[in-house]
């Protein structure tokens, strides 16, 4: 048995610290370390050795592996620094605050061969990944579109970011993967209406490099929390809903329906509808489990800093288009 | 008690058939003639002495008030006419194709000073009428956004316009109504897949005179059927559901949720969900006794002419907005 | 093309107007007649010349076959002089008011060999007839209970018999019904609540032949209206909604489920869930054309006077028991 | 400040593990010891130091207050010495298998004058707290029936006892408890399906002290996951879902629905519905603070072993229903 991957971990806010309960847990991983400055030993779930007050510490103590779970703003000066330091590092999503800052993360990481991944953490929820493979599949024949929704009460974790870096991220990356594409053209529009600084709502519409419609509804001022994707198609259409990790697919209408008080709410026609048996792993271990497969030199699937990087150029887009009161075709 | 109005009807198609079923209960109300050129008296739930040839027909029996439930491309000429005959007439949405023929419908109602009214009977649906007052009344506060879902199998009646014109009409026109405001611009992207000449998905964001982003999702496509209008505000949102005409309002969270598997699906904080009760006649029915009791000089709520033009603008800047891939004011 | 079977009804109130409604339009049937002594024209839909003041009035028009809609307390002496004048009969449910008033109908019928059937609708329900069918294949494999709920607002058409006879004896029906068995012993307790003389709410368990627990909950005092069929088995359970007509299987758990906020709610583990597509003709209209192929010696599904006999026999078992607050087993 | 209580667990199985979590963060509270002879240092979740391989080694160690969550036939043995030993202790529900060990145990406890009380967890449900408050308040006026359903796939962790004791117990014990009343008599009936030796399925009816009727169906048998109580009353029914801590009224209707197709599904007439915004703290959390709030000799509320005892009863009771095809008594 070979010995045990040593991982770091920078940053002990929410996020960072269910990163720390899932490396405690991961088989061949061993968590050495935790940098937040922040938090004192009394504040923190974890015992007091493991903590320290800055990166360089955390390097010195020597780490195969690295997450970052700061806020967005500090990313590229963290993981420029990791990259220097030859450590492979997930970063979480979004990359960076703007295009510029992502496309220097991932020189940095690219100029010296460090593996360097984003945390774009929808992509191993069960349901999404179910879809993908159907989709790739053809079990919905042509796609048409593919809406979300997420929506929910606001986290008050999140304040240098606006809801589109921190919320939208997930739908623009979850959209491109699951189809296989690419966005064309954004347009958007925002409100900031919860006396932050950042805009708090966002309701969006995108053309798909392959020609399929998106729309995304995202805030965090609603009461009612879904994260729903339905992706509409030739055959019917596939709802995913992450908080459940549920997918569940509605048939294109194979039967009549005459009694006419039942189709005045299900339709002309109806078809059967099958929500599918999944197994169900919490979607950051599986992350976790696949950025330690791929320091090992394995070869699963993460999630590429160019990837992260286009996603953060699409959120661009959405916000210069709420900004303009135009379309935005988003340049590769 | 005075003589009960003379009504006549032009089209028997599905909505036809409807209005004629209503027409014959309506207190106050007597259907005496039907125009539909296609219809044999053996096709047809009436008796064959309603049934006219042509609209000559129908005006030489003698009407008071007349329906048109007829193709939208064909909407100008009947209408034009019954205009010139003095009848007042309501005209079923869209009012007409483009802006252009439904201006030309409104001018001929207006410079003769006959009653012409639009069929918008998304307006009578009793969850829209409560969350309409409700709005009126303050009791969201400022409102931040209006999303519509519209989706469903196709109905195989609809053959000379698309989903815009046939479907997203209705949620342009309540969008509008339940606000009070209009709309300042949209941004859409649709889809012509089902093999029609027309498009059958339309994915559109808009932004209100009042500050209201919208977001319509409409379509034929689907076999999940939707009519489903969420309003997001200062207080909490509510979504009306106008097939069963149920209007919930969701609460902004006033408790926290520290149970953390239940905060997981409903978020940091829940607050108190409540669906109203609310009395629920049939909404074509309190939409004719409306056009009723307008012609008899009562002063009910119908959709005005004007009202139907200006959704038809924004339909049709919609289309623009698809074909052209750029966002498009609507000119006032 | 034979003559149309002439038909006649008797009883005019909600399930009357609903026979009426269904025998104008069935092909290959001619409704004649209907004795509403009660109802004067102007207060019904029918033509003037359909309407009867007495039974002797509708024999001497001649019918092929007759439906008894009365109350419940009038059926033996309505059915039985159908039985004398040889004309074959529908009576709607529940059969009669007690074991021995339905006895007599079914002896007037057999000893005259003139067919005699009762109107268990939901026996006609397309979910209900998929579960029989998919039960009778053993799609579930062996089957352990079959739980229903029947609850909702009173209908105050409903004046001479209590919960158990009005809406209980669907449960009794159908559960004997579904599953190809009989009950062998039930325990009850009833409450009288509204101020009526009848028995208002029934909890019932009851055992079946094939040793297969039943659970009935039925009562007309809850605002909360459900038409609910749960049987559960060796493979899964199924669950029937009468109100929509879904039929939906849930699987046994094939997947386990280690994301603990999923399993919460989910439970150990979880299989997939089908709804099924299912045509839906409305169940009413099925009830009559299986009628009157039955009428032209067809041998189409109807519901036999002795199974409405010993369903009638079952509900007296319940009332029983409610009464002595002892378990009662129905003898055969 | 005073020094914390120093509490004991004994048990390490699924419950177990959930005490000690709790009790490890419970503010006032260290866990000194954990008794469990079958698991290793290197299974548990806790510090090596906690384990303890019987009760004595944990009575030497000196508690304050024990909890005994172990299988149900070792709780007499373990109860009983924590009472001599005068540790104020709480059992974990079902108190014993059976009448007289349960009694035995309350006497053990009463004679020394020990506190001793039972965990029945769904009271610390906040649905549950909720829903009996709003019934001692009147808020349903006369309560006429109490239906729980508690129905999921089979947990393996449960193998001396049948799913009477380990699940019926908390519907009975929940029943008596949100209506203030005692159960008179219960008729059950119980499948044993699964190969092993208890029953895993019962359907019980029920009559309650206060004339209220009771319906409990129970099994560890079904896919379809449901943790439901429905209490019907004078003016609606309020529904508690203890798995998303939701509490539900369904007010009785008081408006009617002319529109058939709506009226088809909600009846007659709809009145509103609230789900409640309730503050949803762990229930184990608040019945281990319970129950050291109670050490500590405040008056907080726990679950008296005579409650234990009366629930235990009730289900001997529903047991010897099933066994003999009768209704039962319950003799207080």
Chains 1, 2, 3, 4 share one sequence.
Request: proline residues 6%; contains cysteine.
């Amino acid at each position: 048995m070979t010995a045990p991957l040593r991982a770091g971990l920078v940053g002990l806010g929410m996020m960072g610290r269910n990163h720390a309960r899932v490396l405690r847990t991961l088989p061949g991983v061993q968590l050495v370390g935790v940098v937040d400055p922040d938090a004192g030993p009394e504040s923190s779930p974890l015992d007091a050795d493991l903590l320290l007050p800055d990166l360089e510490s955390l390097l010195r103590r020597g780490v195969d592996m690295c997450v970052v779970a700061t806020p967005t703003v500090t990313h590229e000066a963290i993981a420029t620094r990791l990259a220097e330091a030859g450590v492979p590092t997930l970063i979480e999503k979004p990359l960076a605050g703007d295009p510029a800052a992502a496309e220097r993360i991932a020189a940095a990481f690219e100029q010296r061969q460090v593996l360097g991944c984003v945390g774009h953490i929808e992509r191993y929820n069960p349901a999404l990944q179910s879809l993908r493979t159907r989709l790739a599949h053809g079990e919905l024949g042509e796609v048409y579109q593919v809406a979300t929704r997420r929506q929910g009460p606001f986290p008050s974790r999140i304040a240098d970011i606006g809801v589109v870096g921190d919320l939208a991220t997930h739908d623009i990356d979850l959209t491109a993967w699951v189809t296989g594409s690419f966005y064309r053209s954004v347009s958007a529009s925002t409100a900031t209406r919860s006396g932050r600084s950042h805009e708090d709502l966002v309701s969006a519409v995108g053309v798909l490099g392959i020609d399929v419609v998106t729309s995304h509804l995202v805030n965090w001022l609603s009461p009612l929390k879904e994260r729903i994707t339905t992706v509409t198609g030739e055959r019917g259409c596939f709802v995913a809903d992450t908080l459940m990790a549920d997918l569940t697919y509605y048939e294109n209408g194979v039967t009549t329906a005459p009694w006419s008080a039942v189709a005045t709410f299900r339709g002309v026609s109806e078809g059967s509808v099958i929500r599918y048996a999944i197994r169900k792993p919490e979607p950051l271990m599986t992350e976790l489990e696949a950025f330690a497969a791929a320091v090992r030199g394995e070869d699963p699937h993460v999630v590429t800093l160019r990837e992260g990087l286009e996603t953060v150029r699409v959120a661009d887009a959405m916000l210069r288009s709420a900004r303009t009161g135009a379309t935005v075709e988003v340049k590769p």
